[in-house]
């Protein structure tokens, strides 16, 4: 077996069986990625050794508690080339961009004066109203969408989007729709149909050209490519522990430090205060004032291992060489008959989330083939309805590497799907 940057047996559910005792290949790191022992030893040592409330108590526990949890931040901010008071912990993506929007809606409703503009960012630049518009992509997953369909609906904003071209890239022809009356820009890095890396500089660039903020979903980026957000010039990002080889529940949000600050709090509670009294309340500065509650304290120490240990792989490393699995997947796919790529079909500008559709075989048909041989892939419409609307499918199959996957595993998926149409007897 071929040697992998992610050492398969750091990974203990890799060596395990499925279906008729096969071995596990598993394609869905699009979906959730699987965990290495130190991950799962991060977690545990939490939870055996060192759980106390963070930031609350007196004692050792919540000492050490709230030392790992705020080293944890400092491990995913630099894995992301951002400073540690640049990273708001949150369940994941999804509640990482409904925080930014809701936030926004307070602005709108009036509340950009709940948070002191203390060092320079006049809040008023988060407020949206009628005439004003947030665009997005028809690449997005639907977290990436539906806040920002919802602001507007609260707002009176309006929604526009970037549309897309035949590879699913997109298409910079309509960058145009980015104007003057433009307030914020989210956009996805990497689609998680297409695989498609979209065009960062030239999106930032017409965004500052018009003062519109930007908002990156980071998602299907930072685990398989090297990422900086102060070298995209992003204004805001997000992205999900449980993609990056970390527990499930936890992601964080990233803010350019002066943006958090202007930007007011959108849930309210312990921890984010400064001083209560029954009339009035002060919030504390970023990133406490976004992180009202009790925190999934393991669930970050987790990811900030999950961090360290793809830091110590190499992001160019791991890049270069899902880059060689993905040449080598999509160069059979585009030759298989009755296989349709929904996504550039060369290997350049995109990673290894390949989704496909094949001619007359639904794509659960296909999912569940696969599955009696082992393999695990991702079937439907990957909560990203407008692309595939895009590409006039309703669902498709998606198989999507991880630092882990050999390249074995894909030639064995190329010769299973090979056979899935004989299968279902819908050769030509
Ligand atoms: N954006 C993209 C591009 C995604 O792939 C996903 C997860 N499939 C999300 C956002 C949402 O992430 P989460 O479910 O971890 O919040």
Redo the contacts with the bound molecule.
Sequence with gaps: MSATPAPRGDFPILARTVRRGLPLVYLDS??TSQRPQRVLDAVRAMDTQHNGAVKRGAHLLAEEASEAYERAREQVAAFIGAAPDEIVWA?????A?NLVAYAMSNVSAGRGDSVESRRGVDPHVFSVGPGDVIVTTRA??H??IIPWQELCLRTGATLRWLDLDAEGRIDLSTLDRIDEHTKLVAF?H???VSGAISPVAQIVEAARKVGALTFL?A??SVPHIPVDFHELGVDFA?F?G??MLGPTGI?ALYGRAELLRALPPYQFGGSMIEVVTMEKTTYADPPARFEAGTMPVAQAIGMGEAAVYLTEIGMDKIARYEAELTRRMLASLTKMPGIRILGPEGESNRTGAVAFAVDGVHPHDVGQFLDSKGIAVRVGH???QPIHQHFGVFASTRASLGPYNTVEEVDYFVESLAEVRRYFRVED
Excluded at 91 to 95: A, I, R, V
Aim: aromatic letters at 0%; one cysteine or more; hydrophobic letters at 20%.
């Design positions: 699009g979906a369940s994941g993506s999804t509640q961009i997005e997953h977290a990436n996805t990497v689609s998680n979903d998602c299907q997000a999900s449980h993609k992601g990957h909560c990203a």
